[in-house]
């Protein structure tokens, strides 16, 4: 089993930035790919971005593309998600996830979930 906690969402301004990150405990963090995905209120919940075991290998959503950066510390069990220039569309609850294979995920090759945490950037 891993424990999947995500921290560092809040209120921002369109045009800022955030720093998420994800706490993993139980299996060691580096046999998974790591992800996070986005929910917006009344939309379905899509892919972000997606780094491999080692961290090599990167994959992002078109719509953060240049924009949002994915970094992971095996050593430290920690994923990040880098925010930059942020817009209103990219309000939601942000989950972080795990599965193994390759790191482009879809929901049903999710193997865990985290709780999310609220971004909400205001225009």
């Known amino acids: 089993q891993v424990q999947l906690v995500e921290s560092g969402g809040g209120l921002m301004q369109a045009g800022g930035s955030l720093r998420l990150s994800c706490a993993a405990s139980?299996?060691?963090?580096?046999?998974?790919?790591m992800d996070w995905f986005r929910q917006a209120p009344g939309k379905e919940r899509e892919f972000v971005a997606a780094?491999?075991?080692?961290?090599?290998?990167?994959n992002y959503a078109d719509s953060v593309k240049d924009r949002f950066k994915i970094s992971r510390d095996n050593a430290k069990n920690t994923v990040y998600l880098q925010m930059n220039s942020l817009k209103p569309e990219d309000t939601g609850v942000y989950y972080c996830?795990?599965?193994?294979?390759?790191?482009?995920?879809?929901?049903?090759?999710?193997?865990?979930w985290g709780q999310g945490t609220q971004v909400t950037v205001s225009s």
């Open positions: 996830a795990a599965h193994q294979g390759y790191p482009l995920p879809t929901m049903r090759s999710i193997d865990y």
């Open positions: 139980g299996r060691t963090l580096s046999r998974y790919a």
């Open positions: 780094i491999s075991q080692s961290g090599g290998t990167t």
